[in-house]
T-cell receptor
Framework: DQQVKQNSPSLSVQEGRISILNCDYT??????FLWYKKYPAEGPTFLIS?????DKNEDGRFTVFLNKSAKHLSLHIVPSQPGDSAVYFC?????????FGAGTTVTVRA | NAGVMQNPRHLVRRRGQEARLRCSPM?????VYWYRQLPEEGLKFMVY????????ESGMPKERFSAEFPKEGPSILRIQQVVRGDSAAYFC????????????FGQGTRLTVV
């Protein structure tokens, strides 16, 4: 029962351009959404979050957009940098449980 | 201020053996969560514990798996009689409160069953 879906397993983007990562969810009870970044052999690191009462949250180069009616959120990274190459997980929170997507591997080309 | 510490980082067990995974939460955090990541998948919730209490173990397999978070010492995830399908990365996270808005994750334990 995959309640959070990231349909693009990978994304390749040129340095300096925008990276757009997408995420869809099915459970309308989710009230908080998070993006995590993960390097190989390390744990996920919190990146940015958004509450269901908002439609946008921005932190430096990272912006998360939430479309509740479409049950869709996206993460924009601009400009993309080589250090952004990692796996990005979308996660949704219901009370204390995080439900994760399968992840999108981002590769930033020089 | 050390982050969430998990050990061992890598664990190899033969089928039928027991695996013990340890997690020390961040200082001041009394809520611990265990997640499992199978290859090519996202992290799946297993169990949520507070000190000396299991709050929610709905993600744990009913048999062979158990978890504890004693008053003193780390949280332990225990897998008895391991099988090949238990091979995965196991991540522990902690938070200062039960509403898990920004859980901090450890580096994980990669369990390989041979």
């Amino acid at each position: 029962d995959q309640q959070v879906k990231q349909n693009s397993p990978s994304l390749s983007v040129q340095e300096g351009r925008i990276s757009i990562l997408n995420c869809d969810y099915t459970n309308s009870m989710f009230d908080y959404f998070l993006w995590y970044k993960k390097y190989p052999a390390e744990g996920p690191t919190f990146l940015i979050s958004i509450s269901s009462i908002k439609d946008k949250n921005e932190d430096g180069r990272f912006t998360v957009f939430l479309n509740k009616s479409a049950k869709h959120l996206s993460l924009h990274i601009v400009p993309s940098q080589p250090g952004d190459s990692a796996v990005y997980f979308c996660a949704a929170l219901n009370d204390y449980k995080l439900s994760f997507g399968a992840g999108t591997t981002v590769t930033v080309r020089a | 201020n050390a982050g969430v510490m998990q050990n061992p980082r890598h664990l190899v067990r033969r089928r039928g053996q027991e695996a013990r995974l340890r997690c020390s939460p961040m200082k001041g955090h009394s809520h611990v969560y265990w997640y499992r990541q199978l290859p090519e998948e996202g992290l799946k919730f297993m169990v949520y514990l507070q000190k000396e209490n299991i709050i929610d173990e709905s993600g744990m397999p009913k048999e062979r798996f158990s978890a504890e978070f004693p008053k003193e010492g780390p949280s332990i995830l225990r897998i008895q009689q391991v099988v090949r399908g238990d091979s995965a990365a196991y991540f522990c996270a902690s938070s200062p409160q039960g509403v898990n808005t920004e859980a901090f994750f450890g580096q994980g334990t990669r369990l390989t069953v041979v």
